[in-house]
């Protein structure tokens, strides 16, 4: 059973490192593993704009770069007071490492407002390694 509470409260925390100084838009995501470690992952922008990492990014290339492959949820919230939706980019990362049926990504607006989806509701029709 995934505490999303506590996931959502790490999210919170990791959008407190976000580096931003061009959007002014932080972004804050908590990558948890089966096996109950969390990866925190913010947004990291820059002066030439597109090497600009989303928080959802960031947190997936730590894991995988520390020999995770195994995930069970992600928590995500940002700035504004709404359910922020990975981009298209994110999804297919999420896509790559994860069980499109099973991953959750929970939306959080506030600590205690949050909508839970599973990585297929998302990113339906996802280009996988099974078409290569
Ligand atoms: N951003 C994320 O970190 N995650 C998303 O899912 C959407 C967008 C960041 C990228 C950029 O730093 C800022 O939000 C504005 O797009």
Same mark, same amino acid.
């Given at each position: 059973?995934?505490?999303?509470?506590?996931? #959502?409260? +790490?999210?919170?925390?990791? +959008?407190?490192?976000?580096?931003?100084?061009y959007?002014?838009?932080? @972004?804050?995501?908590?990558?948890?593993?089966?096996?109950?470690?969390?990866?925190?992952?913010?947004?990291?922008?820059?002066? !030439?704009?597109?090497?600009?990492?989303?928080?959802?990014?960031?947190?997936?290339? *730590?894991? @995988?770069?520390?020999?995770?492959?195994?995930?069970? !949820?992600?928590?995500?919230t940002?700035? *504004?007071?709404?359910?922020?939706?990975?981009?298209? @980019?994110?999804?297919? @990362?999420?896509?790559?490492?994860c069980?499109?049926?099973?991953?959750? #990504?929970?939306?959080? +607006?506030?600590?205690?407002?949050? *909508?839970v989806?599973c990585?297929?509701d998302?990113?339906?029709?996802?280009?996988?390694?099974?078409?290569?």
């Amino acid at each position: 059973m995934i505490d999303s509470r506590h996931l #959502i409260q +790490k999210a919170y925390e990791a +959008k407190g490192y976000s580096y931003a100084p061009y959007s002014h838009f932080h @972004v804050g995501a908590a990558l948890l593993t089966t096996d109950g470690t969390i990866y925190l992952g913010c947004n990291i922008e820059n002066a !030439a704009y597109s090497p600009t990492n989303c928080a959802e990014r960031t947190a997936f290339f *730590k894991a @995988v770069s520390e020999g995770e492959r195994n995930f069970a !949820a992600i928590a995500i919230t940002g700035d *504004k007071e709404e359910y922020l939706p990975p981009c298209g @980019v994110c999804r297919q @990362v999420m896509a790559e490492f994860c069980d499109i049926e099973t991953f959750q #990504i929970i939306l959080a +607006k506030t600590p205690e407002d949050f *909508k839970v989806y599973c990585l297929r509701d998302l990113f339906p029709g996802a280009f996988s390694r099974d078409m290569l």
